[in-house]
C-alpha cells in the first residue's frame, strides 16, 4: 500500500508492517521488489526472516502444516458457550431470530454436569462464554458458576444487551472474572429505540449509555466491545456523526472498541422469517460498513473485530472448532448460535456426559476443511476455509468472508488500527 513517502508492506501471515520509504525503492511491481544500494542489508535480512521476501512461494505443505497447528492450538481450548436464561430476553429486537417465550434456565444441575465436563475435559485453556436471549436474567447462575470454577484458570466473556449492566452488577461479573462484554446501541436514541424495544414496550438507549457511563469511570481491566447494527434508517451521515458524539467519551480508552455490522436477515436459517425482520434488513448495495469504520479511526476510537484480519485464525468461526459447544437449558448441544432450532446444528446432549452425534459433526465440517483453492488467497491464515460452516453448508460449498478487492481497504484499516494504539498506549 503506498503512502506520502513510500510503500507500506503488510505480511498477512504474521501480522508485520513495515514502512519503507521510496528512497530506498529502485522498482516495484506485485510480486518483485528491487531496493537501491542505500538500503541496508539489515533491513533485507528482517525481511527475509520475517516472509515478505521469499525465493519461492509457500509450498502446500506449508500451509497444511500452519492448518493443522491452528487445529491443534483448537483442540487444546476448550471452549463453553452457555444459555444461562436460555433464550428468554427483555427486549424485543425487531431482527431477533430467537423464541423469546421459552422460559428455561439453568439451574444447580447444569452447574454440576457443565462442572464436570470441564474436570473431564480438563483444558489446557478455558473458556467460557455467556450468552442469550439476555444473559443477565441469570445473573445469579453465572455468579455462582464462577464462583464454583474460580479454581481453574480461565477467561470469561458476555454477549448482552447491556440494560440491567449497571455498576454495582459490572462490578459483580468482574469480581468474578467476567471481564469481557458486547453491547449494542444500533445508532442513537431515536433509531436504537425502534429497533432494540423493551419487552412489552419502551426504550432502552438511554439506560445502556448511562450505564456504559458508568462504568467507564471504573479504573478496573475489562474489554466492552460496543456493536452497532445499521439499516438504512440509522446510517445517514447526521446520524453517524450524532452515534460517535454520544460515545465521545469512550474516546482514547483502550478499554472501548467498536464494532460495526449491517443488519441482516438472520431468521432466515430458523425459518421464523416475518415482515418486521424483513423490513429491519439492510437492502443497500453501498458499502456502508467502510464507512463507519474509517469515521470512526479517523475520530480514533478502536475497532473491535481488527482480530479478524490480523490474528492466524481470526476469522475462523467458534461453530467450526472441535472443543467449542454451546449448551442449552434442556442440555443439547449446539455449535452455532443463530441456527438454534435446525436440526443440522443439534449435535447431542450433556444430560450423561457429553455425547455427540459423529454423522452429524461429519456433515456439519463437510464443506468447511482444507481447501487447495484457497492457498494462493491473501486470507488464507486468518480464514482457512472455516469463516461460517452454517454457510458453507447451506450452499453446499465455500463462501468466502472477504471480497479480494477489499484487501487494500484492509490493509488501511489494520495500519490505522496500529498507529491509534501507538498513540493511547
Known sequence: ??????????????????????????????????????????????????????????????????????????????????????????????????????????????????????????????HIEYFGGEPLLGLAWILDFEERIKDIEHTSSMTTNGYLLNKENFKALLDKNVRTFQITLDGIAKTHDKLRIKYGGGKTYDTILNNLKDIQTLKDNFKIIIRCNFNESNATPDYRKDYFTNIAFTKKDYRFNLIFRPIGLYSKFNNTTTQRHIDACYSSTDNIKHIWEEEAQNQDYLLGDIGLYTLTGGAICYASKESCYTITPNFEVLKCTVAVDQDINKFGDIKDGLKLNPQKLKNWEKYSKFDESCLKCFYFFQCMNRSCPLHNLENKRKICPIKHSDEKYMVKMIKRQKNILERLI
Open 1 to 126: 500500500m503506498r503512502f506520502m513517502g513510500g510503500v507500506y508492506l503488510y505480511n498477512w501471515y504474521n501480522d508485520i508492517g513495515v514502512n519503507i520509504e521510496y528512497e530506498n525503492i529502485h522498482s516495484i511491481d506485485k510480486r518483485k521488489i528491487t531496493f537501491t544500494d542505500k538500503f541496508k542489508q539489515e533491513y533485507i535480512d528482517f525481511l527475509k526472516t520475517n516472509y515478505f521476501i521469499n525465493e519461492t512461494d509457500f509450498s502446500k505443505e506449508f500451509y497444511l502444516q500452519e492448518y493443522n497447528k491452528q487445529l491443534q492450538k483448537e483442540q487444546d481450548e476448550l471452549h463453553l458457550i452457555l444459555l444461562p436464561a436460555g433464550y428468554a430476553c427483555n427486549f424485543d429486537c425487531v431482527y431477533c431470530y430467537e423464541n423469546h417465550n421459552d422460559r428455561s434456565r439453568f439451574k444447580g444441575k447444569h452447574s454440576d454436569i457443565i462442572y464436570d465436563l470441564i474436570k473431564q475435559k480438563n483444558p489446557k485453556k478455558l
